[in-house]
């Protein structure tokens, strides 16, 4: 049982635990999630799914920290995946902060 469900067990029908790297199929779209190197259990959520009749990509990464193996979490085959939107949930992300482009 999860901690989530430990502190509240009225959302057991609701809470279904998804590995790490694998595409799980939610309403017609694949979300993967992929580990966000941050506090234990920090995943960001891959989403990808069609915007009309065109292939769409979500990355919405929440806290994360970088490192270069993560990209490999974004191969589909050889190639990368196409992201057509990236949401940075980021506690830093304010004007006073100086990121690299």
Known sequence: MTLLLLRFPHLAPYVQPLELRIAHEVKGRKITLIEANHCPGAVMFL???????????????????YKASMLEQLRDGEEYVSIDRLYLDNTFATYAEDFPP
């Open 47 to 65: 989403m990808q799914g069609k915007k009309g009749d065109a292939p769409f990509t979500v990355l919405h990464t929440g806290d994360f920290r």
